[in-house]
């Protein structure tokens, strides 16, 4: 199983969309660590510059309906590749949630009040979270402040993730 | 309980329930394309793993870029082609009888009434207006697929749209299903299959059913599902006919993946149609809706008729019978991309092409590329396409780029005035 922590950037939209993830012009690269350089290459977001904001970062936390539109796996190798491997949302398109634990990767739910105390509380200031997948825990720190948030993983996502991820499950099992 | 038509196609292929909220479901179809196929095929090869679990149930297609633009996408045809000569896969459609893969798998009959079917793209939902359920998906999945003819999936949870109305004129498919976007939101499908149902579909025919639930994606809905009736057997009737004494007596077989009358939805939308009017999109979200009347006016630089949205015949036909005897405006390029050979000749046939050309359109071969700014029409920062597509994300055409959504006929017309126009004005 990977592990699920680090730095977390906080990006303050709902609706991110895969081609902003990274767009389509990339997606003629067939080996994923080619596309560390264009993640978030689109993003619309105001202030955000790609090279300077993405560095240093492990974990992403964000709105609604995160990983939206294409079916594009590239979008969570180009977050892996850039070593984000844990995206926290309100909530997550259906193919990119399903892509990120058949990559076993972490695409964790919270409610929407607990996203927003997350932006309220922490967007402004240097924050580390590490998901614990084992007791369902999300540890939250800051210099001065740590916190536990529990959160749910259905019984197959937590599978695919200790699996390492789909191939590997379905490999052993069909 | 009665079921809806998911739960139906559900039941019918599961192999295994993992865990209680997933079903393995024993696939009808992969379908492969040269975009997300390679990475696949060369995992498989990592692990030791190159096989397919039946070459005849793979279909595989290079259309995103096509022919190759460069080394890069000239490899992933080549990883494609080695792969389906390595694997006896015949239905293979390499450049020249290519065609954009959600109008050429179905017009090959690749697509069936109950069928389980994915494939490494979104617009994989398109599909499902032959009664089939036909979730887009990732590269991994896609590995699976290819490997196991499996794949996995939550219990279904179905929302029913019941278009009901007449359809005004110089309204279409595209209006009707942007105006449900508009309506239920970018997010307002996500984790459901959306049933169309109502006297409107009845009436549609498989190119309006196809647009229609190609873009239930962009509400988030795993696929779209229109219930297979005799329109569904004549389409597929030249494939069908060894099965069946004739096209009502298939229809009348399909009708085993109807839903029961007593099925439960999550939620129940009545749509009624003749409120709709022609509309087009604003900003980068597709739910951002508007009547074309309110946008008219807005200058425009290119314009794109095409992909699986709106590129087959119908589309065509409808964007010709605007510009017929007309010049497009001066200031506009406009690409018209016919998404398969077959549409193609047809549209040859029928002398669209010749109505395309005397107005000033380039006509390209069949491809993806301008829809998602990979090849043939990218757009240059502040540049605005008025578009049949079916994504106006930010950059999604080219970085900087700006696109508006819209019907083939609203195309058409913006072409000829240069800036997002209703097609009334050119009727007739």
Request: charged share 20%.
């Amino acid at each position: 199983m990977k592990s699920f922590g680090g730095s977390v950037l906080f990006l303050n939209r709902p609706d991110i969309n895969t081609d902003e993830i990274i767009p389509a012009k990339y997606l003629t690269e067939i080996e994923r660590e080619a596309l560390k350089p264009y993640l978030f290459e689109d993003l619309n977001l105001d202030g955000f510059v790609p090279n300077r904001d993405i560095p240093g970062h492990e974990v992403i936390v964000s709105r609604a309906n995160f990983g939206c539109g294409s079916s594009r796996e590239h979008a969570p190798w180009a977050l892996e590749a850039n070593g984000i491997r844990l995206v926290i949302a309100e909530s997550f398109a259906r193919i990119f949630h399903q892509n990120m634990f058949n990559c076993g990767l972490l695409a964790v739910e919270l409610p929407a009040e607990a996203i927003e105390r997350l932006f309220k509380e922490y967007a402004h200031r240097a924050t580390v979270a590490a998901a614990d997948v084992a007791r369902s825990v999300l540890a939250v720190r800051t210099d001065d402040h740590a916190e536990e948030i529990p959160f749910t993983l259905a019984e197959f996502d937590r599978a695919l993730v200790e699996a390492g991820g789909w191939l590997e499950y379905a490999n052993a099992r069909y | 309980m009665g079921k809806t038509v998911a739960e139906k196609i559900f039941d019918t292929h599961v192999v295994d329930r993992p865990a209680q909220d997933v079903w393995i479901l024993r696939l009808d179809a992969v379908f492969c394309h040269e975009i997300t196929t390679p990475t696949a095929i060369l995992d498989l090869m990592r692990k030791g793993r190159d096989q397919v679990f039946d070459p005849s149930k793979i279909k595989a297609v290079i259309d995103h870029v096509t022919p190759a633009k460069d080394s890069n996408t000239a490899l992933q045809g080549k990883i494609l082609r080695d792969w389906v000569r390595r694997h006896q896969i015949t239905d293979f459609f390499d450049v020249g009888r290519n065609g954009v893969c959600h109008v050429l798998f179905p017009e090959q009959g690749f697509v069936r009434p109950g069928y389980a079917v994915i494939m490494g793209d979104s617009h994989t939902c398109t599909d499902g207006a032959f009664g089939a359920f036909t979730p887009g998906v990732g590269t991994t999945d896609l590995a699976v697929g290819i490997l196991k003819g499996v794949g996995a999936f939550r219990t279904p949870r179905t929302m029913k749209i019941t278009l009901v109305g007449r359809l005004r004129p110089g309204v279409f498919a595209k209006d009707v299903i942007l105006s449900i976007i508009g309506r239920i939101g970018m997010n307002g499908a996500t984790h459901r299959i959306v049933e169309f149902d109502g006297p409107v579909v009845a009436d549609m025919n498989m190119d309006a059913r196809m647009t229609l639930c190609n873009m239930t994606v962009e509400a988030g809905g795993t696929c779209g599902i229109c219930y297979p009736d005799k329109i569904t057997a004549d389409y597929l009737w030249e494939f069908i006919r060894g099965g069946y004494p004739d096209p009502a007596a298939a229809a009348a077989a399909f009708h085993q993946w109807w839903p029961d009358p007593d099925a439960v939805y999550e939620e129940v939308v009545v749509h009624d149609v003749s409120n709709v009017e022609p509309v087009t999109t604003f900003g980068w979200k597709p739910d951002n809706v508007k009547p074309v009347r309110a946008m008219q006016g807005t200058p425009i630089d290119q314009v794109f008729i095409g992909s699986c949205t709106n590129g087959r015949l119908d589309d065509l036909r409808s964007a010709a019978s605007v510009l017929r005897g007309r010049k497009i405006h001066p200031h506009v390029r406009a690409i018209v991309c016919p998404t398969t050979p077959k549409i193609y000749a047809q549209a040859l046939a029928e002398g669209l092409i010749q109505i395309f050309l005397d107005a000033g359109c380039c006509v390209t071969n069949s491809t993806c590329g301008p829809c998602l700014g990979m090849s043939t029409g990218v757009l240059a920062e502040g540049e605005v396409c008025a578009s049949t597509s079916n994504r106006n994300f930010n950059g999604r055409m080219g970085r900087g780029g700006m696109v508006h959504l819209m019907s083939p006929a609203t195309a058409a017309a913006s072409a000829l005035a240069g800036h997002i126009q209703n097609s009334e004005l050119f009727n007739g």
